[in-house]
């Protein structure tokens, strides 16, 4: 009778564990998308161009149909242009928002900025204010002349011993979208004078197709966007993403910190693709990470589409799959899984558990 009870109880654990098993795409019309676990849920945010708003959900199959909430929406005609890529990251105590916007004058560009939220256990409870834009000194900008302020997909990255950086997508001296660093100081939220450190230099962030794309891919000259920071076993990375989202080969690339100086290109080895169109997705790009609800897994989510030509709309979604590591702490992200595969879900989903005491994807 004490094996049944035992045999019993271990499989209705099992058949919850499935119950809570998801499909990708987790989010439809969701793209550059990024998430957190607190308080209990999921968290997530993506690109909605108008304003910013967060879903919600215990179950990450859930967040299809999840609690939606806007947070932020500006009437400030300077700013409130294409609200993209926002993120969602825990400081020094905080929820902070970095995301990308312009004003009504197109030729003024991009710029990243900042939303100041609360200290509260979650981000979508918080009421947000603007924080300001982060753009270095005059000077030390992008473009030819150093002193383009476009940037677009900004974001955090914190390297022990080295300090707090902004890294995010910004013109090269020759006009090319390329990843950028700079120091940035969180008590003042100031940042220090933009590095490239990626430029896109190898053939798959290029693109000689027949029309899709931006005009700059059409010719070959390419792009790099997108950094997200990866930690692991003491290692370091950037995730980025090459080409463009209207091109269907639009993938993943990693940059692994070697050590030095985090400002110079030579301190980053460039790998790639590490994550590319396959099983009926395409364009597979601008990642994030997240770790699971006990902290033992980190999960790559990233924004797909099913159109075989790639498409830059509301027909890309978002996706979630597992990250694995080889024997050497480096990670491998796999293929893109099909619409037909279950997924069990992240480790401590369904527990009371929270690991979301600061910004990082680590374990």
Do not use: M
């Given at each position: 009778m004490r094996s049944f009870k035992v045999l019993s109880?271990?499989?209705?654990?099992a058949q919850v564990n499935r119950s809570l098993g998801f499909y990708n795409p987790i989010r439809k019309g969701a793209a550059d998308p990024a998430m957190v676990w607190a308080d209990g849920n999921y968290h997530l945010t993506y690109t909605s161009?108008?304003?910013?708003?967060?879903?919600?959900?215990?179950?990450?199959?859930?967040?299809n149909k999840g609690e939606t909430k806007t947070v932020w929406r500006d009437?400030?005609?300077?700013r409130n242009i294409a609200i993209w890529a926002p993120e969602m990251h825990r400081i020094n105590g905080k929820w902070i928002i970095f995301y990308s916007s312009r004003g009504m004058n197109e030729k003024e560009g991009f710029r990243t900025r900042f939303l100041r939220g609360c200290d509260g256990p979650n981000p979508s409870d918080c009421t947000?204010?603007?924080g300001g834009d982060l753009v270095a000194p005059e000077g030390q900008r992008g473009g030819p002349s150093k002193n383009n302020a476009h940037s677009i997909d900004g974001s955090y990255l914190k390297i022990p011993g080295k300090g707090e950086y902004h890294v995010f997508s910004m013109l090269d001296e020759n006009g090319l979208e390329s990843i950028g660093i700079a120091t940035l100081d969180t008590s003042k939220w100031k940042?220090?004078?933009?590095n490239?450190?990626?430029?896109?230099?190898?053939?798959?962030?290029?693109?000689?197709g027949d029309g899709a794309g931006?005009?700059?891919l059409r010719t070959g000259k390419g792009l790099v966007e997108g950094p997200y920071a990866l930690y692991h076993g003491n290692k370091v990375w950037l995730s980025y993403s090459g080409s463009d989202c209207s091109a269907p080969q639009y993938a993943l690339g990693?940059?692994?910190?070697?050590?030095?100086?985090?400002?110079k290109a030579s301190s980053w080895d460039k790998t790639g693709p590490v994550l590319s169109s396959a099983n009926g997705h395409y364009g597979t790009g601008h990642n994030s990470f997240f770790s699971s609800p006990d902290g033992t897994e980190i999960w790559n989510l990233f924004h797909a589409t099913s159109n075989p030509k790639g498409h830059c709309g509301v027909n890309r979604y978002t996706m979630a799959q597992k990250l694995t590591f080889d024997a050497q702490n480096n990670p491998i992200f796999g293929k893109p899984l099909s619409i037909e595969t279950e997924i069990a879900p992240p480790s401590g989903q369904g527990k009371k558990v929270d690991n979301s005491t600061e910004s990082s994807s680590s374990q």
């Open positions: 109880v271990i499989g209705l654990l161009a108008t304003h910013i708003q967060i879903t919600k959900s215990p179950t990450i199959g859930g967040l009437s400030d005609t300077t947000y204010t603007f940042v220090g004078g933009w490239v450190i990626c430029r896109p230099d190898q053939p798959w962030e290029k693109f000689d931006s005009k700059a990693l940059l692994h910190y070697n050590g030095g100086d985090p400002l």
